[in-house]
Antibody, heavy 122, light 110 residues
């Protein structure tokens, strides 16, 4: 079955770089149509799509954070990594990774990780 | 990439029907039949309820249905049940393989 799990630091200092890892199973990111995304949710607030990486290693980012985000994959480890530079307290959020199966043409997140809360504080 | 607009809250009594709107632009909701809806209970990850505007994933109750007219998509929950009390988010493809979420709606079952 498909599972995704986020991991990374629970606490980050302002101006530091955040590195989050999404470890997944039940599918391969080298399979045509498979994509992994990062989505975040500040406490009590709405979901925000952040980044997308696909089976051809193409990458897309939300415009507002494009200069701070990098998404990458390690196909051999079934992992996707998100880095976000220059962290600020407003970046405090639960960060989720989620799958899209583009072959279905739906651009919907069919499987999600449980999320990891990242707090930015000095 | 501005967030799609949803009402902050919607409520209904058990057995009633409610509808949540999701308003975007011709660059997202209106431009593609690629709107999805997610249910999120407190402390849990979102769950896919509707995709491609009207389609339900296997295992999702047929009490949930979706539609779209112009730049506004809607999620209808029929026969409201206590377990439907949650936050609901719409999401739309916005071109160039980017996506945008809605502002979220809290559904209360009275």
């Amino acid at each position: 079955q498909v599972t995704l799990r986020e991991s990374g630091p629970a606490l980050v200092r302002p101006t530091q770089t955040l590195t989050l890892t999404c470890s997944f199973s039940g599918f391969s990111l080298s399979t045509s149509g498979m994509c992994v995304n990062w989505v975040r949710q500040p406490p009590g607030k709405a979901l925000e799509w952040l980044a997308f990486i696909d089976w051809e290693d193409d990458k897309y980012y939300t415009r507002s954070l494009k200069n701070r985000l990098t998404i990458s994959q390690d196909t051999s480890k079934n992992q996707v990594v998100l880095t976000m530079t220059n962290m600020d307290p407003v970046d405090t959020a639960t960060y989720y990774c989620a799958r899209i199966r583009e072959t279905s043409g739906s651009y919907s997140f069919d499987f999600w990780g449980q999320g990891t809360l990242v707090t930015v504080s000095s | 990439q501005s967030a799609l607009t949803q009402p902050a809250s919607v409520s209904g009594s058990p057995g009633q029907s409610i509808t949540i709107s999701c308003t975007g632009t011709s660059s997202d909701v209106g431009g593609y039949n690629l709107v999805s809806w997610y249910q999120q209970h407190p402390g849990k990850a979102p769950k896919l309820m509707i995709y491609e505007v009207t389609k339900r994933p296997s295992g999702v109750s047929d009490r949930f249905s979706g539609s779209k007219s112009g730049n506004t998509a809607s999620l209808t929950v029929s026969g409201l049940q206590a377990e439907d009390e949650a936050d609901y988010y719409c999401c739309s493809f916005a071109g160039s393989r980017t996506l945008v979420f809605g502002t979220g709606t809290k559904v209360a079952v009275l």
